[in-house]
């Protein structure tokens, strides 16, 4: 008699919404607030072809992470609080919008190396950058398309 009391007590109850991988936005508490190793959730990873983990590093003082993909390409994010990304449009490229936010690609396409950065503003004096190069140094369109999917996975988390 308990037990079935007991299973009737859980009948009525709320059950918690089931587990999601995919990307919340992430409060604008800044871009400190980030880790550059978990922007990308597993979902995200596949969808940037990526089959690893990446290794977190620092590039000068800014907060970065990488991710290879043996005789495919390597990704970086990177993450700098004191570089605006007025401050980084030097050089070839273009002018992009990612979501909600000012972007520029730059590349160029006329060496025909393999590279290829999408970097984004993420506030007054900060940015947010994706770096991508394949492993035979060939191919820009695809480094961009891959570095530009990275851009979008990113973006809704950046302040």
């Avoid at 004096?125 to 190069?133: C, F, I, N, P, R």
Wanted: charged residues 20%.
């Amino acid at each position: 008699m308990l037990a079935a009391g007991l299973l009737l007590a859980g009948c009525g109850a709320q059950a918690a919404p089931p587990a999601s991988d995919s990307p919340s936005p992430v409060p604008r508490a800044g871009l400190a607030a980030l880790a550059p190793c978990d922007l990308l959730t597993s979902v995200d990873r596949s969808t940037a072809g990526l089959t690893s983990l990446g290794k977190a590093k620092t590039i000068g003082t800014a907060r970065a992470c990488d991710w290879t993909e043996t005789g495919l390409f390597g990704l970086t994010i990177t993450l700098d609080d004191t570089t605006s990304l007025a401050d980084l449009r030097t050089g070839k490229g273009k002018q992009l919008t990612v979501g909600r936010h000012q972007a520029f690609e730059a590349v160029d396409r006329s060496a025909g190396d393999g590279t290829c950065a999408v970097l984004l503003d993420a506030g007054r004096s900060a940015s947010a950058q994706v770096d991508v190069s394949n492993a035979n140094f060939r191919d820009t369109d695809l480094a961009c398309r891959r570095a530009e999917t990275v851009a979008q996975l990113i973006e809704p988390k950046l302040p």
